[in-house]
């Protein structure tokens, strides 16, 4: 049952993410499917999280973290071109708090969250996997961030991408990985690979069309 439930639940994230991708580079509803953005990912957090093995104290608190932190170092970097650089949100990703899309708040806890579950069966110092968990994330901003204006998600000052926004999400990326290795709850999710491998091709594929 466990095992069928797994089939199922990445079927759906593959056809949602299949679906998507061709419903935004083909098709001629394309605006109707980047207005699904903020749902595709609400679901994929919900099939992602529905794996999840201890919702204790500690989880529910880092979980918690993740996202404020999240959405603080958005804010800062929307308003005053720190952290990240300078570069404003389109309306791609759904509804805004202070010009900052709140399903960004729950992809950052999502991209903590699987890269952090990635490198747990590592035998290696949680310092050492705490950066290599940050560098995995930064890996997947690199496939995001050539194609982000295109899809109305954000734009950068001259559409030119700052290398301290790389920076920036390396820095951010890595104190939070710190959080996720030394809280105290089972890292360990059969989903985590797949909602990344599924956003590494989604975005890989816009790259090289675009």
Do not use: C
């Not at 056809?15 to 679901?43: C, E, K, M, Q």
């Not at 973290?65 to 970097?77: K, N, P, Q, R, S």
């Amino acid at each position: 049952m466990k095992d069928k439930k797994l089939v199922i639940a990445v079927t759906v994230l593959i056809i949602l993410h299949v679906v998507g991708f061709f419903g935004i580079a083909f098709s001629p509803y394309r605006n109707w499917f980047l207005d699904l953005t903020a749902f595709n990912l609400a679901i994929t957090a919900f099939l992602l999280f529905s794996f999840h093995k201890t919702w204790n104290l500690s989880f529910t608190l880092f979980a918690a973290v993740a996202f404020a932190v999240g959405l603080v170092v958005e804010l800062i970097g929307v308003h005053t071109n720190l952290l990240f650089g300078s570069y404003v949100y389109g309306n791609g990703l759904g509804p805004k708090l202070w010009d900052v899309p709140l399903v960004i708040a729950l992809n950052w806890l999502m991209l903590v969250y699987i890269t952090g579950v990635l490198v747990t069966p590592f035998k290696w110092h949680w310092l050492i996997k705490a950066f290599l968990a940050a560098g995995f994330m930064v890996l997947l901003d690199l496939l995001i961030e050539p194609v982000a204006a295109i899809l109305n998600f954000w734009t950068w000052h001259n559409y030119q991408i700052p290398a301290t926004n790389y920076w920036g999400w390396l820095g951010v990326g890595f104190l939070l990985q710190i959080y996720f290795q030394q809280a105290d709850f089972q890292k360990a999710n059969s989903m985590a690979k797949y909602v990344y491998a599924t956003q590494f091709f989604f975005f890989l594929g816009f790259n090289l069309m675009f």
